[in-house]
């Protein structure tokens, strides 16, 4: 088990980043699904300290670990090799290679440690060191690890196989002894990449671009948006400093908004007219995301209706089905209206994830089925609340189509944790009758935040 860690940000010092056409005609490696080449020059270093630290079995022994790691190169792209002979070229599994060149100096531990390193993918997942090198570079990492004796310093490479279309995030360093003292630290490379210029960002919508179910609501007017502080939009702006500009006025998205408050056609008391505080800002917002649809054909009040009643018996998602074959014309007009608000706007409209589990297998029945009467979800309210959701997100994604906006499916943004699971990402407390309920919860908000990420990486290049 690790002691304390410490996490320590690492500064800018000297890094350029070259875009791909400069990375090229300097004949650097590039990826043109990434977008882009990190060619970073030093001084940009993490001083990593872990705390002293007893040695297990003897009480009365502590020992220090201090380490300089300097990262000295990141080159996506590269032809790696194997660490040893022959020297053949070795295809990568997923994609493609991206090399980590760093120099490595202990910094007068008492004992000896090892450190390694670890991409962040934009995708959301860790990749960790494979057995090759890149050309002129001493592997890195072995297997097992080799230590670093205290005050050497070492220069080598760490090689990771990454899919083609994911990029580098950051490279994270964990530094820890034998003795389990660790410090961790990380390099951002992908806010490294300067935008030629921040995108102004609105976000638009319901419930699930508000944040509603994660908790921490501004407390501003009007407070029944429930825009929460880990709302999937505002995550996704956090991790694009250098790509996006999300201010305040520019989150819009409303709890409970449908069509009409969307376009203003009809604002109920509590709700904001949407495209006109759009209108409002200035300059238009460059990027704009939206979740609507689901108020429109009155989704909570059918989640409500199943749990409480037999929704299928009583034919409220024979009905439901028949407003959203409906919809479609509904959707198009709303994509239509933000367009006239904003028509230089990358529109991109975000759907709905599927709420309940389709194995049977990840169930954990109590949590769907009280035994009281009708009370819960069976077997056939929730392959049909299911199969609503699945519809709603074809007319959703053929509506923006039409109007020539980008659609974003999360479908399975929940999966594994959808409502009545053992470990549910959506609010799903008995009975759903509160304003939260049927809404992810901050680790659903964050899974979102992910795929909409991947979306704007791949779609910028940033």
Not at 48 to 76: I, K
Not at 216 to 232: E, L, S
Not at 418 to 439: M, N
């Amino acid at each position: 088990m690790l002691l304390a860690t410490a996490m320590l940000a690492a500064p800018v010092l000297g890094g350029t980043i070259r875009t791909a056409e400069t990375a090229r005609a300097a004949g650097l490696a590039s990826s043109a699904n990434t977008g882009f080449d990190v060619d970073i020059q030093p001084p940009d270093q993490l001083n990593l300290t872990a705390p002293p630290s007893t040695v297990p079995g003897d009480p009365g022994a502590t020992v220090t670990y201090g380490h300089l790691a300097t990262l000295l190169e990141v080159r996506d792209g590269t032809r790696a090799l194997n660490a040893g002979p022959p020297h053949a070229p070795v295809a990568p599994a997923f994609g493609r290679w991206v090399g980590v060149k760093v120099r490595e100096t202990d910094t007068g531990s008492t004992d000896t440690g090892i450190v390694t390193l670890r991409v962040a993918g934009t995708d959301g997942k860790t990749y960790y060191p494979q057995d090759p090198t890149m050309p002129g570079c001493a592997p890195r990492e072995t297997f097992p690890p080799q230590p670093l004796p205290p005050r050497h310093t070492f220069t080598g490479c760490d090689t990771f196989d990454l899919p083609s279309k994911v990029g580098v995030r950051a490279i994270t360093v964990n530094f820890g002894g034998w003795h389990y003292a660790s410090a961790n630290g990380r390099w951002n490379i992908l806010d490294r990449r300067p935008a030629a210029k921040r995108l102004k960002y609105a976000a638009l919508g319901d419930s699930y671009s508000s944040g509603e179910g994660s908790g921490d609501y501004d407390t501003t007017w009007p407070g029944h948006c429930h825009r929460g502080a880990g709302a999937w939009p505002r995550q996704v702006a956090r991790d694009l400093p250098g790509l996006l500009d999300l201010p305040a006025r520019g989150f819009i998205a409303c709890s409970g908004a449908d069509s009409a408050a969307l376009t203003g056609a009809a604002v109920p008391a509590g709700e904001v007219d949407q495209v006109a505080r759009l209108h409002a800002i200035h300059p238009a917002p460059a990027l704009i995301t939206v979740t609507i649809g689901g108020n429109d054909i009155g989704f909570t009040d059918i989640l409500a209706n199943c749990w409480l009643k037999d929704c299928v018996k009583n034919h409220t998602l024979a009905k439901a089905e028949t407003e959203v074959a409906k919809e479609r014309r509904t959707l198009v007009s709303d994509y239509s209206a933000i367009a006239r608000f904003a028509p230089h706007a990358h529109l991109v409209v975000v759907g709905y994830p599927r709420i309940f589990p389709r194995r049977q297998a990840d169930l954990v029945l109590p949590q769907c089925r009280l035994g009281i009467a009708h009370l819960g979800f069976s077997d056939a309210e929730r392959q049909g609340l299911n199969k609503l959701d699945a519809n709603l997100n074809k007319i959703i994604r053929q509506a923006a189509r039409h109007e020539g906006a980008a659609y974003v499916p999360v479908t399975n943004a929940l999966s594994g944790h959808e409502a009545c699971t053992r470990h549910p990402w959506i609010v799903s407390d008995a009975p759903p009758e509160g304003q939260e309920e049927g809404h992810p919860t901050l680790p659903g908000q964050a899974a979102i935040a992910r795929i909409v990420f991947t979306y704007l990486v791949n779609r910028f290049g940033a």
